[in-house]
């Protein structure tokens, strides 16, 4: 069973308005978040990351979004350029030491 | 430059046939870690190493070994590799702490025939 959930395998956007990407989970005890990107034959790379004790986290171009009554979070891309067109993998450390990971988004931005 | 390097990018081999992948990173970090991505699966954790001498298993450990002997060092030994163990696999490092985000390394593609 999945622990760390992205519904949505890919997702196409139009270059110049907003990517949304979600992610769920189902441990409450869950305390940390991170997005990676990945993009072909690379490995993937850290993105951004939200504490649970927050619910919003902010850089740049990327927000994150924590609902922990829902336990849900979004990674939101505005705008979203063809360069963000790769896998995006939400994760969770548990307990300090190990990682889960969601199946990954493919995104699409379309010039 | 920082970097994880992981060796060899790709290896096509037989049922049985022992293999080694190594890790080596140049960041001092703690914790090591390697992960097998699959089609639909994501990422999944198959041994982790909080330093030295310390590993632990992660989410799918069957099937593969480790060990940490030195800290920039962090092989993935496949004693008797099977069709099932055909996957990409990552290296990562950080270091220590919830809130640190991992360093992934190119990855290794291994064809198990």
């Known amino acids: 069973d999945q622990q760390v959930k992205q519904n949505s395998p890919s997702l196409s956007v139009q270059e110049g308005r907003i990517s949304i990407l979600n992610c769920d989970y189902t441990n409450s005890m869950f305390d940390y978040f991170l997005w990676y990107k990945k993009y072909p034959a690379e490995g993937p790379t850290f993105l951004i990351s939200i504490s649970s004790i927050k619910d919003k986290n902010e850089d740049g171009r990327f927000t994150v979004f924590l609902n922990k009554s829902a336990k849900h979070l979004s990674l939101h891309i505005v705008p979203s350029q063809p360069g963000d067109s790769a896998v995006y993998f939400c994760a969770s450390h548990t307990g300090g030491f190990k990682t889960i990971f969601g199946a990954g988004t493919r995104l699409f931005v379309k010039a | 430059e920082a970097q994880v390097t992981q060796n060899p990018r790709y290896l096509i081999t037989v049922t049985g046939k022992k293999l080694t992948v190594t890790c080596s990173q140049n960041?001092?970090?703690?914790?090591m870690s390697w992960y097998r991505q699959d089609p639909g699966l994501g990422l999944r954790q198959i041994y982790y190493?909080?330093?030295?001498?310390?590993?632990d298993k992660g989410d799918v450990p069957e099937g593969y070994k480790v060990s940490r002997k030195e800290k920039r060092n962090f092989p993935l030994i496949l004693e008797s590799p099977s069709p099932n163990q055909t996957s990409l696999y990552f290296c990562?490092?950080?270091?220590?702490?919830?809130?640190?985000?991992?360093?992934f390394g190119d990855g290794t593609r291994l064809s198990i025939l």
């Open positions: 960041m001092n970090h703690e914790y």
């Open positions: 990562a490092s950080r270091v220590t702490g919830d809130n640190q985000p991992q360093h």
């Open positions: 190493s909080m330093n030295v001498e310390v590993t």
